[in-house]
């Protein structure tokens, strides 16, 4: 398994056009093969900051994901055109 947290901030002006995005992507990529959780969260103290959460059953889903119409769209021609902020922590489980 691998998980992704990415978190993004946006301009004011933009955070509806942001949710939007957030809204197309995350329902297209809960019906990918190999998804386990995506879910897009916005956060309580700041109206223009949010995080995806992701895991994937493996490296391989993870990058057939990055290669479908909606990444490219939703996320690259969307969410990363309007980000000021786009941060990604990848990481695998860890045996605590």
């Known amino acids: 398994m691998i998980a992704l947290h990415v978190r993004y901030g946006f301009k004011p002006e933009d955070v509806d056009e942001a949710i939007r995005c957030f809204t197309a ?9 190999g998804c386990l ?19 994937w059953e493996s490296p391989a889903h993870l990058q057939a994901h990055f290669e479908t119409e ?5 996320s690259v021609g969307g969410l990363q055109k309007i980000a000021v902020v786009r941060e990604i922590t990848r ?4 045996a605590l």
């Not at 992507?25 to 093969?33: F, K, P, S």
């Not at 956060?43 to 895991?55: K, R, V």
């Not at 909606?70 to 939703?74: A, I, S, T």
């Open 91 to 94: 990481g695998a489980p860890a």
């Open 70 to 74: 909606h990444f490219q769209r939703y």
């Open 25 to 33: 992507i995350q329902t297209a990529t809960r019906r990918e093969a």
């Open 37 to 55: 959780a995506y879910s897009a969260f916005r956060a309580d103290d700041d109206p223009t900051s949010f995080w995806l959460h992701e895991e």
